[in-house]
């Protein structure tokens, strides 16, 4: 059996829990695949996985969608976050074909750059007045707002 046969069955064995659970609750225990299955995430993804975590979202690493995983989902709220990294995204067609067949199974798909996921979550600097100023990085923001759009956050 494959890793990614080893998520699946994870996953599968889960569907009533998933199906029975509102999406700013979780399921199962998000970190449970890993052990299932022995995968651990890209650079990128774990980059993420740590604002996604530190939000409260409640998104589901290397989720299935059909045919294909999503770097993280939510199958209550039918919400997904891929991960771009140039190394897996330089074919833009077939990328685009993916992300069809994901948003025509209900699902709202969000990108990400993997530069962007890897910025740090947050800036602090100084305004002209001397007073902290605390700006989101990029993954920090669309997780924000995605947690507010869909009601994922615990």
């Known amino acids: 059996m494959t890793d990614w046969q080893r998520i699946v069955e994870h996953y599968a064995n889960e569907a009533e829990a998933f199906a029975t659970t509102k999406a700013n ?7 449970a695949w890993q052990f299932a299955a022995g995968i651990t995430l890209s650079p990128i993804e774990d980059a993420i996985w740590f604002d996604i975590r530190a939000e409260g979202a409640v998104l589901y690493p290397q989720f299935p969608v059909g045919r294909f995983f999503v770097d993280f989902g939510n199958p209550a709220a039918r919400v997904a976050i891929e991960c771009d990294g140039k190394q897996w995204h330089l074919d833009t067609k077939r990328d685009a074909i993916r992300q069809r067949a994901i948003e025509a ?3 709202t798909v969000y990108r990400i750059t ?3 996921c890897k910025k740090p979550d947050v800036y602090i600097d100084e305004d002209d007045d001397g007073n902290e100023r605390v700006t989101l ?18």
Request: net charge positive.
């Open 25 to 31: 609750r979780w399921a199962v225990d998000p970190y």
């Open 105 to 107: 199974a209900g699902w």
């Open 114 to 116: 993997g530069s962007d």
């Open 137 to 154: 990085g990029p993954a920090r923001a669309l997780i924000r707002e995605i947690c507010a759009k869909h009601g994922i956050r615990v």
